[in-house]
């Protein structure tokens, strides 16, 4: 289920009132009365995106790959799998991922202190 933003109607572009228009979009996106599950939405993506962070640092990495990258054991793309009110799973697979890096650097550490 979509649910819609409500707001007061915007005026045209140019000045309102003696304000520019954009100070007005502003304030009208502020004033937005939003359905409670938005903002559980946007807290589980921010959760989300940051565990991925730790698995890689660069930004545009990780939100090309939370949009666009199909996790097979999951069945769908980060971004899908949070939408449909799944984030722990992500974050769990995240978790998992960071571990297993871990491990495999201890393990060549360990290897290369051998030789």
Avoid: C, Y
């Avoid at 069945?75 to 960071?98: E, K, N, Y």
């Amino acid at each position: 289920m979509i649910h819609q933003a409500t707001s007061r109607p915007l005026r045209p572009i140019g000045l309102i009132d003696g304000r520019a228009a954009n100070q007005h979009i502003i304030e009208a996106e502020v004033t937005m009365d939003w359905p409670p599950r938005f903002h559980l939405v946007i807290g589980h993506l921010a959760q989300v995106i940051k565990a991925a962070m730790r698995v890689e640092p660069d930004l545009e990495m990780v939100m090309d790959w939370f949009e666009n990258d199909f996790i097979e054991e999951l069945g769908g793309t980060a971004m899908h799998i949070v939408l449909q009110g799944r984030p722990a799973q992500v974050i769990a697979f995240l978790d998992r991922v960071t571990w297993e890096m871990a491990m495999d650097t201890a393990r060549e550490q360990r290897e290369s202190s051998r030789v």
